[in-house]
């Protein structure tokens, strides 16, 4: 059978699982990673089982770009309505990501010095770039539950407007790498990035226009212009997910429908991810030292996470802040997919290193981070000890 | 007012397509060297945001839809501005099956038990005048026109006579594709609409079994054999066969789907489709007739599937239509059109005039309703990616003799039908009124409407 029919296959096959298991793994587990599709990936992966191949994996990788870029531009629709809805509290929020991204990259630097993993400084970032951001989805979880209270508002905020910083580091990583056959200096590739994804949300909201939206237009401008963007990041050198991002945002600002936009698009972003991880993880070969530096990388990030969510405590101690916000917030999420996808087709060498930290990342996050998040949570009165199924996934305030 | 306002907006999307050329070419420019990631996303993007940008100016231009996705190929592809090479064409030809699928659900999707029975008399008389009087019509034009081209004016007389059979077959062949794209975008309803869709599903079918007959016929005149294997034949029917099965199973499970889960259908059907159209292509199938009998089945065993299937095909369904027929503009060769455009005219103009006798005599014979007798004819010129497929066979069963000739003429001819038939179809349907409404609706209310009234 095709390699391609195969892959279909299988991802339905995870999203049946998913869709009959992830209730209960949800309630017995805290599972918001998609750790069930990591592991498919790595079960049908070449390193696996061989089911798929790795001509399909090379064959699909513009596919992984453009969903990349996709996720990029989901990102980016979100961020701006979040910002609104935060206010000030947005800037204060995001101390934690900042702090995390720079505390991981101090340590696994510093790890690298001390025992000779041979890390380059670029990559260092990328694993910083990774790790600061942390998924809506345990959040979503617990409020699922009956949620509520000051911290637990917090928490969604954070995990919200944490993704900004990893995308502008992203931003500067790409414009700093070479790249051979581009002579792009690093401001004109920061330049450019603006310029792109400023230039593809003006195009996005001519087209959409301000009449009553028509899906199918909507659908084919962004469609049209996320492939686009990607295509010419790719070509130029820059990140396609900081590309897209910028565009999202800019069409959030500028177009009247951009909440039904966002709305439009919103149940493409599950789907997309799980292939993405089934994907990810197929791409994994095997290797003892890989295992054992990513294990480190994974350590490194919960603690550079306690440190963020240490500082925002120190400075917000009055508004429901708590030192170990850090830890609950150490779930993995879709920005964090896209960004390892993206960073992995730049970085060549080192993309296994990079795939193998977001791995373990993944599976610390969804083992530790919704179990501290509940307990956490607990503590301070603001989730039952048997909470009930009451949804509630709007921004409060 | 209004149309001032319409206009400027019109005049802002040909300004942000403008930008979009400049920045592609300032990028290009910037890093002439291409990466394998970006050169398909990049003309993907190109390709549906230039189509939807065509169509509008077609649109203004009373022209359908699908006539701007085909030039937005052809100034975007290889043969026009190269800003989407033809590498590029080549490696986004797999987004065609997952399009070409969801075309032929939608198409379907119309077939209802009720509309079959109706065309009924129509088909069977239409399919009979169109083979009698096109094939030999097309095939005669052929004997006289061809020897203009070297391969047959110095080959020998059976090389000549296998060439006009070809031909002929290739000229009763039709563009599904063309014709249900314009159905996707308006919607029409009627006798005329009812004809089109028949007869163009029906002629997918038939023209198989002749061209599969035909090729042996062919290859043993030219070769002077004499001989004919049948195996061939055999092999079509099972293929068709397997394609009906396949295609009555897809039903079933779309049905399934809808009736039990609902959810998200415009993804299932995407990912369903893309399986299938690999599946298909794996056993050798009939893609076309798979997804027109799975979209035939939902219709008609129940029909809140049969709507929702269309409103979904409908939603995703322009973007499956631009990246489609785009492509298949910017597989136009534009320059050998031009080396042989006085032998593509003629040939074209034959197979437009011998349709045209041919949908008469049908519908005079089936009693048609006024508006089939008059423009029948209109929705059956165009050709497209099965005519094309077919030269490509053409050129590979007879790649030392006049193959490739044959196949460069095929290209050519279908290029002027492939502009011309939708055009016509469209002036069809607007004087036959059965135009039910068109997806742009919602703008021209909008348009029509004053700000303050439509908030």
């Known amino acids: ?397 | 007012m209004v149309r001032t306002d319409s206009w400027t907006r019109l005049l802002a999307k040909i300004a942000a397509l403008a930008a979009l050329l400049g920045m592609s070419a300032g990028a290009f420019s910037l890093v002439p060297v291409d990466n394998r990631l970006a050169a398909p996303l990049t003309g993907l993007g190109l390709l549906l945001l230039g189509g939807e940008l065509f169509a509008e100016l077609m649109e203004r231009a009373g022209l359908p839809h699908l006539t701007g996705y085909l030039l937005a190929g052809i100034v975007l592809g290889p043969h026009g501005l190269d800003l989407v090479p033809a590498t590029t064409v080549g490696g986004l030809t797999p987004i065609n099956a997952l399009a070409l699928a969801l075309i032929a659900l939608s198409a379907g999707g119309e077939l209802t038990m009720g509309v079959l029975r109706s065309s009924a008399k129509s088909l069977g008389a239409a399919t009979v005048t169109q083979l009698a009087i096109v094939l030999p019509l097309a095939g005669a034009a052929f004997w006289w026109l061809g020897p203009n081209m070297p391969q047959f004016a110095q080959g020998s007389r059976g090389t000549l006579v296998a060439g006009a059979l070809l031909w002929a077959v290739l000229s009763v062949s039709r563009s599904p594709a063309a014709t249900f794209g314009l159905i996707a975008q308006f919607r029409p309803k009627g006798p005329l609409t009812q004809y089109a869709i028949a007869i163009v599903v029906a002629f997918d079918i038939i023209v198989l079994f002749l061209f599969a007959l035909t090729i042996q016929v062919a290859d043993g005149i030219a070769s002077g054999r004499g001989q004919m294997g049948l195996g061939a034949l055999r092999q079509v029917g099972d293929n068709l066969l397997g394609s009906v099965a396949s295609g009555t199973m897809l039903g079933l499970i779309i049905t399934g789907y809808f009736k039990f889960v609902g959810r998200q259908p415009i993804l299932f059907l995407g990912v369903v489709a893309y399986a299938m159209a690999e599946f298909a292509a794996f056993f050798g199938y009939d893609m076309l007739l798979l997804f027109v009998v799975a979209g035939l089945i939902v219709a008609n065993v129940s029909r809140s599937g049969g709507e929702l299937l269309l409103e979904a095909t409908s939603q995703g369904g322009r973007v499956a239509y631009v990246v489609f027929f785009a492509l298949a503009g910017a597989h136009l060769d534009l320059g050998l059109l031009a080396t042989i455009w006085p032998l593509a005219l003629g040939l074209a103009a034959v197979r437009v005039l011998a349709t045209w006798l041919a949908a008469r005599a049908g519908s005079w014979m089936a009693s048609d309703e006024p508006v089939v007798r008059k423009y029948g004819w209109m929705p059956l010129v165009s050709q497209a990616g099965v005519t094309l497929g077919m030269g490509v066979v053409v050129a590979n069963a007879f790649p030392n003799s006049f193959g490739p000739a044959l196949q460069s003429l095929t290209v050519a001819v279908v290029g002027i039908n492939e502009l011309v038939g939708p055009i016509l179809f469209k002036i069809a349907l607007d004087r036959a009124g059965e135009k039910s409404r068109d997806l742009d609706e919602p703008l021209r209310e909008a348009i029509e409407q004053p700000e303050s009234e439509a908030a």
């Open chain 1, 1 to 397: 059978m095709n390699s391609i029919v195969t892959l279909l296959v299988l991802v339905a096959a995870a999203y049946a699982v998913s869709f009959v298991l992830s209730q209960k793994s949800r309630r017995s587990y805290g599972l918001v990673s998609g750790a069930e599709f990591l592991a498919i990936g790595i079960v049908v992966g070449p390193s696996g089982l061989g089911f798929l191949s790795e001509a399909l994996l090379e064959a699909a990788a513009p596919a992984m770009a453009a969903a990349a870029g996709w996720l990029g531009l989901r990102l980016g629709l979100r961020l701006l309505q979040t910002a609104r809805c935060l206010g000030h509290e947005a800037l204060l929020l995001l101390i934690e990501p900042l702090v995390s991204a720079g505390c991981i990259f101090g340590l696994v630097y510093g790890a690298n010095a001390l025992l000779g993993l041979s890390l380059s400084t670029p990559v260092c970032w990328a694993l910083a770039a990774v790790g600061a951001p942390s998924t809506r989805s345990g959040v979503l979880w617990v409020l699922d539950r009956g949620a509520r209270g000051p911290l637990t508002t917090r928490l969604q905020g954070l995990t919200q407007i944490d993704d900004t910083v990893s995308v502008l580091l992203l931003g500067a990583l790409f414009a700093a790498m070479p790249l051979s056959g581009n002579g792009l200096g690093a401001w004109e590739k920061l330049g450019a990035t603006v310029a792109l994804g400023l230039t593809l949300a003006g195009m996005a909201t001519v087209l959409i226009g301000r009449e009553r939206l028509r899906s199918a237009i909507a659908w084919l401008a962004l469609l049209g212009l996320s492939a686009l963007g990607t295509g010419l990041s790719l070509r130029l050198g820059i990140s396609s997910v900081a590309v897209a991002a910028l565009f999202g945002s800019g069409l959030g600002a500028t177009c009247r429908h951009a909440s039904e936009v966002e709305a439009l698009t919103e149940a493409t972003e599950r789907p997309l991810i799980q292939v993405l991880l089934v994907l990810l993880a197929a791409q994994l070969s095997f290797d003892t030292r890989l295992v054992f530096v990513a294990v480190l990388i994974a350590a490194l990030r919960m603690a550079a996470k306690l440190l963020g969510g240490s500082v925002l405590h120190l400075l917000r101690r009055d508004s429901g802040a708590d030192p170990w916000m850090g830890a609950a917030t150490l779930s993995c999420g879709g920005l964090t997919t896209a960004m390892v996808l993206s960073l992995g087709q730049a970085l060549g060498a080192d993309a296994q290193l990079l795939l193998w930290a977001f791995v373990a990342c993944s599976l610390l996050g969804d083992l530790l981070g919704s179990r501290m998040l509940v307990a956490l949570l607990r503590r301070k009165g603001e989730l039952a000890i048997n909470g009930a199924g009451q949804s509630s996934r709007t921004m409060e305030g």
